[in-house]
């Protein structure tokens, strides 16, 4: 038996809306049958237009770092530039070079975001054909400055841009043509509010070139592979149809919430939760302009004592969290991201309230 469910306020999985739920649960289809191909193509136009791109956008069976992976694997064939600030981007080098590229961590303090200058820095060495980012370090609760960021991006034509936007994709506009981003990824158990399982990620004509040339891409990842898929509105090998429903109902769910209200929504939130944490004799872990839109990490000026937070608000049905890998326990993080309202979130910070009155 499944224990009672906690109402998840963690930067992800979030809560998952009920009518996406049950849409996951009707009847199967085969992906080779045409009613496969029509969701898949219903869905590939709806994300194009949040996405504000033209360009190929592919559907992969994986939480986001097995596109992660895939991306380095496809994509970096001279040096890799992967630029890290916090526990996502430091675990993307890593998986670089264990995928045997050669690579260099471009390193900001966690609680920083990475600058235009920081890349452009590493960039002008010439050593680099490819680098990774990622937009919302959700570790972290830092927001990079991504236009200008891409500004500087623009100087470097033959540098091959990979973009991580698990954690903000849908929360802020992330235009990606007018960017200029080759391969974007997002997974979307954060930001989209859906069940962990399944990924999204866009390849450049750039991108598909690049990986055209490189050796080792392997199968299941193979961008070359999705790309001809893609010309059938399908997939190289059985894709999660269950995820694909409810991602079909979630795209229809923005729309008809309209993505400037989303937008607008989860700057509210965000605000909301700063604020709050500020009342509460609470620090902001980033610098402000760049705090993130989708979780904010709050820096534990009080001392509290987190873990029994975490218990007395699980105790009550709520999942708290208490930091992520080394600044667990010196943070806490609170996530407003996917469907998440700002009702909700008054109902959890006045919840924690009551709980801090009972710890001493
Ligand atoms: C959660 C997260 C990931 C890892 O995603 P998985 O789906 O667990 O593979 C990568 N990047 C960011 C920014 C994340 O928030």
């Not at 992969?60 to 992967?82: H, I, Q």
């Not at 849908?170 to 981003?181: F, H, M, Q, T, Y």
Request: proline share 4%; with cysteine.
């Amino acid at each position: 038996m499944s224990t009672p469910h906690k109402k998840l306020f963690i930067p992800g999985p979030v809560e998952i809306a009920p009518e996406i739920l049950e849409a996951m649960a009707a009847p199967m289809i085969g992906h080779r049958m045409k009613e496969y191909a029509v969701i898949h193509g219903r869905i590939k136009a709806n994300l194009k237009k949040l996405l504000f791109t033209d360009g190929r956008v592919f559907l992969a069976t994986s939480s986001a770092f097995g596109v992660m992976e895939g991306a380095v694997r496809n994509l970096v064939s001279k040096r890799c530039a992967n630029f890290c600030n916090g526990a996502f981007s430091d675990k993307w080098h890593d998986v670089t070079k264990r995928c045997g590229k050669e690579a260099d961590a471009f390193k900001a303090e966690w609680g920083q975001p990475i600058t235009p200058e920081i890349v452009d820095q590493a960039l002008s060495t010439g050593k680099y054909d490819s680098m990774t980012l990622i937009h919302n370090e959700t570790s972290t609760g830092v927001m990079s400055p991504l236009a200008e960021i891409c500004e500087v991006l623009r100087r470097y034509p033959d540098v091959v841009s990979i973009v991580d936007t698990v954690s903000s994709m849908s929360a802020v506009k992330v235009p990606l043509d007018e960017l200029g981003i080759d391969c974007c990824i997002f997974g979307v158990q954060k930001a989209f509010a859906l069940p962990p399982g399944l990924a999204v990620f866009t390849a450049s004509d750039k991108a598909l070139a690049r990986a055209a040339t490189v050796e080792g891409r392997g199968y299941y990842f193979d961008f070359l592979e999705f790309a001809a898929n893609d010309e059938k509105d399908n997939t190289p090998s059985t894709p999660c149809i269950s995820q694909i429903y409810a991602l079909d109902l979630q795209l229809q769910r923005f729309f008809a919430e309209g993505l400037e209200q989303r937008w607008e929504r989860h700057r509210i939130m965000a605000e909301q939760v700063r604020d709050w944490v500020k009342s509460q004799g609470y620090g902001l872990f980033p610098e402000e302009k760049y705090c993130s839109q989708t979780l904010t990490c709050a820096t534990n000026a009080k001392g509290t004592d987190l873990a029994t937070l975490k218990k007395m608000l699980g105790e009550r049905g709520y999942a708290f969290d208490d930091g992520y890998g080394k600044i667990k326990g010196k943070t806490f993080r609170i996530a407003h991201m996917g469907d998440m309202q700002p009702k909700d979130l008054l109902e959890f910070t006045e919840v924690i309230e009551d709980c801090l009155r009972n710890i001493s």
